[in-house]
């Protein structure tokens, strides 16, 4: 099992950026597949970004491609997102999630098994 807890949330204004972290527990990061997603007040969770278990290959939500960054230290455990010129409408609550493999459908919630609590990220116009 893993454990995930995000950090790193906070204010930003629009086109500033904004790091979130997520540090892992557990000796077995590197196989872990690593999500970001994000939740807005009354809205269903969405998929943010995916980075395989060996850092390769990155895939994002086509509203943040260009913009967010996902990257990963497995030796040091961690996950994070940068959120370069964020947008008002990006405001959510930030949650690193993984998978012991290599899921056929990365950007679905159901492919995860390991969710963090969640970091608040805040965009102001």
């Known amino acids: 099992q893993v454990q995930l807890v995000e950090s790193g949330g906070g204010l930003v204004q629009a086109g500033g950026s904004l790091r979130l972290s997520c540090a892992a527990s557990?000796?077995?990061?590197?196989?872990?597949?690593m999500g970001w997603f994000r939740q807005a007040p009354g809205k269903e969770r969405e998929f943010v970004a995916r980075?395989?278990?060996?850092?390769?290959?990155?895939i994002y939500a086509d509203s943040v491609k260009g913009r967010f960054t996902i990257s990963r230290d497995n030796a040091k455990n961690t996950v994070s997102l940068r959120m370069s010129n964020p947008k008002p409408e990006n405001s959510a609550v930030y949650c690193c999630?993984?998978?012991?493999?290599?899921?056929?459908?990365?950007?679905?919630?159901?492919?995860?098994?390991?969710w963090g609590q969640g970091t608040q990220g805040t965009v102001s116009s």
């Open positions: 999630a993984a998978n012991s493999g290599s899921p056929l459908l990365p950007d679905r919630v159901r492919s995860y098994g390991f």
């Open positions: 980075i395989t278990r060996s850092g390769a290959s990155t």
């Open positions: 557990g000796r077995t990061f590197s196989t872990y597949s």
